[in-house]
């Protein structure tokens, strides 16, 4: 029974295919395909980059509006933090080369990692 109905559609689109009138292709098909194909690659990266943002910045507002919430309404006390001693220009290359080091782990960590994980098998 459910042979008899696809033969059926099958006949009725070997009917439509006949009717068609026999046309070439243009010379430039397959370019004009690939930059479609790569123009709508970009497109959807785009599209994905843009959701990334949303959900980046819409957390970090929930978190910084969830933070004023809390010391507003919580009564979280206030951190007293000690009186730093030293010159402010000591103290601000600290925080720089602690920030470079940083860095600069994380750009080793990163080579390692790729190294490792991007290898081709043999």
């Known amino acids: 029974m459910k042979e008899q109905g696809f033969d059926k559609a099958k006949d009725r689109l070997g009917q439509l295919f006949e009717?068609?009138?026999d046309r070439s292709l243009s010379t430039d098909?397959?370019?004009r395909l690939m930059q479609r194909v790569v123009q709508e690659s970009e497109?959807?990266?785009r599209r994905q980059?843009?959701?990334e943002w949303?959900?980046?910045v819409s957390a970090s507002?929930?978190?910084?509006?969830?933070a004023a919430f809390g010391w507003r309404f919580?009564?979280?006390?206030?951190?007293?933090?000690?009186q730093i001693e030293m010159p402010f220009f000591v103290f601000y290359s600290f925080i720089g080369a602690m920030a470079?080091?940083?860095l600069l782990f994380d750009y080793c960590f990163r080579r390692w990692y790729y190294k490792k994980h991007s290898s081709k098998p043999n």
């Open 19 to 21: 009717q068609l009138p």
């Open 54 to 56: 949303l959900w980046i």
């Open 43 to 45: 497109r959807k990266m």
């Open 61 to 66: 507002l929930l978190m910084v509006a969830l």
């Open 29 to 31: 098909i397959r370019s």
């Open 74 to 82: 919580w009564e979280i006390p206030k951190l007293d933090l000690p």
């Open 49 to 51: 980059t843009w959701k």
């Open 100 to 102: 470079l080091l940083l």
